[in-house]
């Protein structure tokens, strides 16, 4: 069975970190593009940042550069995505996504090229 399955989200205070991780199982990342997406109640969900598994190239949004870092374990078939300096408006489930259109990552955008979608795990960060 083809999953993605994120972890480590949680209640942080602004300034902190967190990592989240995204385990695959029934299939490896190689030639994939996956990207963290989050979402908040009423808006749509936005791309954070993609990587291109094999090549390691990424791309990040404007409001998470500098403070996010998009990172891949190629021995154990996860992509982590490293946040710190949290702010308030960091709060939302957060969701990893993966397509074997590795090019995608360019695009880092809620679409139908994304074919595996994990749980999503909640992130809030208090003021």
């Known amino acids: 069975e083809v999953q993605l399955v994120e972890s480590g989200g949680g209640l942080v205070q602004a300034g902190g970190s967190l990592r989240l991780s995204c385990a695959a199982s029934?299939?490896?990342?190689?030639?994939?593009?996956i990207g963290w997406f989050r979402q908040v109640p009423g808006k749509q969900r936005e791309g954070v940042a993609c990587?291109?598994?094999?090549?390691?190239?990424?791309k990040y949004a404007d409001s998470v550069k500098g403070r996010f870092t998009i990172s891949s374990d190629n021995a154990n078939n996860t992509v982590y995505l490293q946040m710190n300096s949290l702010k308030p408006e960091d709060t939302a489930v957060y969701y990893c996504?993966?397509?074997?259109?590795?090019?995608?990552?360019?695009?880092?955008?809620?679409?139908?090229?994304?074919?595996?979608w994990g749980q999503g795990t909640l992130v809030t960060v208090s003021s």
């Open positions: 996504a993966a397509t074997d259109h590795s090019w995608y990552y360019r695009y880092c955008v809620a679409a139908r090229y994304l074919e595996h």
């Open positions: 029934g299939f490896t990342f190689d030639d994939y593009a």
């Open positions: 990587i291109n598994y094999s090549e390691g190239s990424t």
